[in-house]
């Protein structure tokens, strides 16, 4: 079974400071995506920034960008220049390409501080 | 608004009574999702639709719960003879067949 794994719980940054928020996922999949949410206190989930796993090449959102290290099946998500409006709960997910459900990590909730 | 559109945002019912929530996908994207969130948790996945075919299940989910997409657009999610431990957020997602998903804001509902 695939599982998605968050180490993280809290995580605080200074606000204009760079922060990389922590997944790791197991699969036996050769083809599949994986996703950061962002979910404010409002609790919509927001897709931030998705990855292909065919691509070696790192997605980038703006000031979002991912560190995509296949082998070791870890899928980091760095967030520069951070903003008081970036404080939420981040979920990585991971789906393999066939399907249908993603599979959620516990979550990682960013604190922003001026 | 082009996004998913979920109805009702709040949902308030006594036990052993039945709810029904509404989902109105992205127009263009064929799958639509189910997911079920507490706090503190990460969505939970429910059940899954392509088109009108509902093609997973989650093992966790009870017999009281029942999901239909009977045109291959909006879809609704029943909870029968509700319990206190469905008290949860149900969350509503739609996605192309190699995209990421989009969610709507959710229905929460409060088994009281």
């Known amino acids: 079974a695939q599982t998605v794994t968050q180490s993280q719980p809290e995580m605080s940054v200074q606000e204009a400071e760079t922060v990389t928020l922590s997944c790791t996922y197991d699969t036996s999949e050769s083809d599949y995506y994986l996703f950061w949410y962002k979910q404010p206190p409002s609790r919509q989930m927001i897709l931030v920034i998705r990855q292909e796993a065919y691509k070696q090449q790192n997605a980038t959102e703006n000031r979002f960008s991912v560190n995509f290290q296949k082998a070791a099946k870890s899928f980091s998500l760095k967030i520069s220049d951070s903003q008081l409006g970036d404080a939420a709960m981040y979920f990585c997910a991971y789906r393999t390409g066939t399907a249908s459900k993603l599979t959620f990590g516990t979550g990682t909730r960013l604190q922003v501080t001026l | 608004d082009t996004g998913v559109s979920q109805d009702p945002r709040h949902k308030i019912t006594k036990r052993g009574q039945n709810v029904t929530f509404r989902c109105d996908p992205i127009?263009?994207?064929?799958?639509l999702y189910w997911y079920r969130q507490t706090l503190g948790q990460g969505p939970e996945f429910l059940t899954y639709?392509?088109?009108?075919?509902?093609?997973?299940k989650s093992r966790l989910l009870s017999d009281r719960f029942s999901a239909e997409r009977p045109k291959g657009s909006f879809s609704t999610l029943e909870i029968q003879r509700t319990e206190q431990g469905d008290s949860a957020m149900y969350l509503c997602?739609?996605?192309?067949?190699?995209?990421?998903?989009?969610f709507g804001q959710g229905t929460r509902l409060t088994v009281v």
């Open positions: 639709f392509q088109n009108e075919a509902q093609l997973e």
């Open positions: 127009s263009e994207h064929n799958r």
């Open positions: 997602a739609s996605s192309s067949p190699r995209g990421g998903a989009f």
